[in-house]
């Protein structure tokens, strides 16, 4: 899987600090979101702690149709989603297991859809999370 993870959902969806953070916990990972994450301000690192370890992955959101596209694939799945969430990350697999997550939560609670890197497939959310369990071995 590519080191990155785009996450496609309506700007109305997009979760606050504290949403989101509930919605990581029903995932029962143990990771907490910094309150560095602050939608549509934030772009860059967001500090994560997973299972007491320093843990995170850049995220930017950016805004259809000006700052983005959908693949021709996806346009249909993606619909009336408005907002892109690029999340990266580097050879820590922690670092891969926040995003994962992250995204599994996008998901799940937020009627979010994801794909991998340059992928035009959608990931599920237990598709992520299995990814996420995977690279915390």
């Known amino acids: 899987m590519p080191r990155s993870l785009i996450v496609y ?3 109305t969806d997009v979760p606050t600090r504290k949403v989101l953070q509930k919605a990581v916990d029903q995932l029962e990972f143990g ?15 967001l500090p994560c702690i997973l299972n007491g370890e320093d843990a995170g992955f850049d995220m930017w959101f950016k ?27 580097g050879g820590d697999p922690r670092e891969a297991a926040s995003a ?3 995204g599994a939560a996008f998901i799940k609670d937020f009627n979010a859809i994801a ?13 992520l999370l299995a990814k996420a369990k995977a690279a915390l071995g």
Do not use: H
């Open 115 to 127: 794909r991998a890197g340059q992928g035009d497939t959608p990931l599920s959310a237990d598709e």
């Open 100 to 102: 994962l997550i992250v």
């Open 9 to 11: 959902l309506k700007a």
């Open 31 to 45: 990771l907490k979101l910094d309150e560095a994450y602050t939608p549509f301000e934030m772009a860059g690192y």
């Open 63 to 89: 805004n259809l149709p000006t700052e983005f596209t959908v693949p021709a694939a996806l346009q249909a799945q993606v619909g009336e989603r408005d907002v892109e969430i690029v999340c990266k990350w």
